[in-house]
């Protein structure tokens, strides 16, 4: 019940970080954002963007919530299960991202961002991908 209650509050914390930029906010972004190394962004998401990124988080942390069992849910079993594979899929593909701006062995190194990918970012999604594949396992 930890892993899955821990699980939650990361995702619920990182869609709350993905509604506060979409209203607005500017706190972080700049660090979350990828850019080239003439400090050009090379992603620039506008707000429905991230609406979109805040509520497939919160289903991620409302689906972690359902797996501590305090709450319950009329969905199929079937469901559930797959979907215990396909989010920790999802966090290790970005994990290892796509060679260029995001994961481990990105070409782009010396960015703001790319030093905190490498240092947070990444690490964090291969946390996530490993703690949910280990919650499907037992």
Not at 32 to 52: Q, S, Y
Not at 87 to 95: E, Q, T
Request: some cysteine.
């Amino acid at each position: 019940m930890i892993i899955p209650l821990v699980l939650f509050i990361i995702f619920t914390g990182l869609a709350l970080l993905h509604f506060y930029w979409a209203a607005g906010g500017l706190w972080g972004l700049d660090a979350a954002l990828p850019t080239n190394n003439e400090g050009e962004r090379l992603l620039d998401p506008g707000p429905h963007a991230c609406i979109i990124v805040g509520l497939g988080l919160s289903i991620f942390a409302l689906f972690y919530l359902i797996k501590t069992d305090l709450i319950s849910t009329p969905l199929p079993t079937w469901l559930l299960n797959y979907t215990g594979w396909i989010i920790p899929s999802i966090l290790l593909l970005r994990s290892n991202g796509d060679g260029i701006m995001v994961c481990f062995f990105k070409n782009i190194k010396d960015t703001h961002f790319a030093k905190m990918d490498t240092r947070y970012f990444s690490p964090l999604c291969l946390f996530l991908a490993v703690a949910g594949y280990a919650i499907q396992l037992y």
